[in-house]
């Protein structure tokens, strides 16, 4: 009886593929054991290290002496201020003062001097009476108003040009009689006055005129005429050249040249309309200012 014999099987380099098989196992087992020794023996140095610094009595932080594992970060890349920034004990370069800003000096302004005051104004030194007509309570109430009104104009475009101005009266509440009214221009001493009021007729009527007394009628002949052109309304007809010579107490009493200037006839409505327009109201007191000046400078 034949004995069997058992055959081994041997692994056999001699093979290409059992070869390189073989080269891989002793390569992954190298480098197993070089990790493992490597991983000792850093660990090894952070225990010695911990242990002596107990033994110096020294606190050591267990999270500083493991090794880290997390992933390095990016090293941050230096800006351009960082490379700039000198080392300790470098001086520091003085910051350059701006240069101050070209701003003017303000200048003190000063208040615009009273015409009353300055000698160069036309009207400087003198002192002129407007007499407002019609009493508050009368009928004729809504033209007393106006009369009020056209005199307070006056009267600031009289200062303005260096005059003194006094009214006989103030509002629309107070009655006062032709009496007062001449005691009130002859105690400021005026150097002349001008009396206003307005016509009443008809609808169908309109001008205006002059009355004055017989020894200002210069003065009343250049007023109508100043008036009556630089306003465009016709001389009353009627009247000699719009001028109408009538006794007058105010004129008579006040103590200086004095006439009543008839604006227009209040009755006409294209005529009030054109008494009341602010416009218009300029032409009106150039001419009566003209004519004060002219008066007052001859």
């Known amino acids: 009886m034949k004995r069997i014999k058992k055959r081994r099987k041997h692994f056999r380099i001699s093979n290409p593929l059992g070869f390189s ?10 480098g197993l054991v070089v990790g493992i020794i490597c991983l000792a023996v850093g660990y090894g140095q952070d225990a010695i290290a911990f242990i002596k610094a107990q033994l110096n ?28 920034t000198p080392d300790i004990g470098t001086p520091v370069p003085e910051t350059p003062t701006p240069e101050p800003l ?4 303000p200048v003190a302004t000063t208040p615009a001097p009273d015409p009353k005051e300055d000698p160069n104004a036309p ?21 007393c108003a106006y009369n009020l009104e056209i005199a307070q104009k006056l009267k600031a475009y009289l200062e303005s040009k260096g005059a003194t101005v006094v009214l006989t009266r103030e509002d629309n509440e107070t009655d006062i009689g032709n009496n007062s009214r001449a005691k009130i221009i002859k105690k400021a001493k005026c150097d002349i006055a001008i009396r206003l009021m307005c ?23 250049a007023l109508i005429n100043a008036y009556s052109e630089a306003t465009g309304i016709k001389k009353q007809s009627g009247k000699s050249g719009g001028l109408d010579n009538k006794s007058d107490t105010v004129a008579s009493d006040c103590g200086c040249p004095c006439v009543t200037l008839v604006m227009g006839n209040w009755d006409n409505k294209t005529e009030r309309s054109n008494l009341q327009d602010e416009a218009f109201q300029e032409k009106m007191i150039g001419a009566i200012y003209e004519t004060l000046l002219a008066r007052l400078k001859r």
């Open 123 to 143: 009207l400087y030194g003198f002192t002129i009476g407007i007499d407002p007509t019609r009493d508050v309570d009368s009928k004729y109430k809504e033209e």
């Open 57 to 84: 009595g020294t606190p050591v932080s267990v999270q500083a002496t493991l090794p880290s594992t997390a992933e390095p970060t990016d090293t941050p890349v230096p800006t351009e201020s960082l490379i700039e």
């Open 199 to 221: 016509n009443h007729i008809s609808s169908k009527s309109s001008g205006c005129f002059v009355q004055y007394l017989k020894k200002n009628k210069n003065y009343a002949k």
């Open 21 to 30: 098989l073989f080269c891989a196992i002793c390569i992954l087992a190298v």
């Open 102 to 105: 070209n701003t003017p000096e």
